[in-house]
């Protein structure tokens, strides 16, 4: 399953006017604080790694240390529910 549009808003193309400005380029996204961002920041990944020459294993681990920061985010951030999460790949 491919990320789309829908799932998660690229950097400098926000619709929300409360996301911060960025410039960060095509490496980074926001996520809505909610449960299901956690695997929408695995495919953002795999999207992202698609064509680079990574091992799968070196793949799934990435996925499953961003899915595992992106969950933490959600359930233990001390913030407002309508704030968003950056996700940078770098």
Same mark, same amino acid.
């Given at each position: 399953?491919?990320?789309?549009?829908?799932?998660?808003?690229?950097?400098?193309?926000?619709?929300?006017?409360?996301?911060?400005? #960025?410039?960060?380029?095509?490496?980074?996204?926001?996520?809505?604080?909610?449960?299901? #961002?956690?695997?929408?920041?695995?495919?953002?990944?795999?999207?992202?790694?698609?064509?680079?020459?990574?091992? &799968? $294993?070196?793949?799934?681990?990435?996925?499953?240390?961003? #899915? &595992?920061?992106?969950?933490?985010?959600?359930? $233990?951030?001390?913030?407002?529910?309508?704030?968003?999460?950056?996700?940078?790949? &770098?």
């Amino acid at each position: 399953m491919r990320t789309t549009d829908a799932d998660l808003q690229p950097i400098g193309q926000a619709r929300d006017r409360d996301l911060p400005p #960025s410039v960060l380029g095509p490496n980074a996204c926001w996520l809505r604080r909610e449960r299901e #961002s956690a695997g929408k920041a695995r495919r953002f990944l795999r999207d992202l790694l698609t064509g680079v020459t990574t091992g &799968e $294993h070196v793949l799934e681990v990435g996925e499953l240390l961003l #899915s &595992e920061l992106v969950a933490n985010a959600v359930e $233990h951030a001390q913030t407002p529910r309508d704030r968003w999460i950056q996700v940078r790949c &770098e």
